[in-house]
């Protein structure tokens, strides 16, 4: 009798692990969650120190709001784009109807429409690029502006709560 492959294989590398009980866990629990308890008592029935798992939780925590971050920043990204695709067509429009009333026929407005049309696309293109150095020095700018922003509302509303009182 041939034995499988998978009755051959019996040590896995904490990778392989992770990736199977990952697979396991989320074909079982479909829409369900977890409370903290459960996810205690998973990490005490895998050996997991409960200070191991708070460093864990934290770390993931972290993770979370980097990446709720990184989609705020995109949609800010592509509201601004938005925004410039919406100027781009209200000003062309007025300048090709204005050369069309002016002149009968489209000339000097085709040139706006094409280098504008030219700084849009690459507008769009560094839009939709959410990755490299590019898009981290424009990820790393928004997130000061905003901690900025952020620290003179703090401010400002501290510097009304002292004088309303």
Known sequence: MPVSQT???????????????????????DDTEFTREQLLEIAAELEISPECLQVAEQQWLQKQGEIQKRQDFNI????????????????NSFF??????????????LYILLFW??????NAW???QSEGEDYE???QRWYRQNQIKQSIN???NNLFKTWGT
């Open 117 to 122: 049309g030219l700084g849009l696309g690459l």
């Open 154 to 156: 703090t401010i400002w």
């Open 126 to 128: 560094n839009t939709y």
């Open 7 to 29: 009755q051959m294989i019996r040590s896995y590398n904490q990778e392989d692990i992770q990736q199977i009980l990952q697979i396991a866990i989320a074909r079982q629990a």
């Open 76 to 91: 800010y990204r592509h509201g601004r784009l938005q925004k410039h695709a919406g100027n781009f067509a209200i000003v």
């Open 96 to 109: 090709m109807g204005l050369n069309l009333v002016n002149g009968g026929e489209l000339t000097w407005s």
């Open 137 to 139: 020095k424009a990820f």
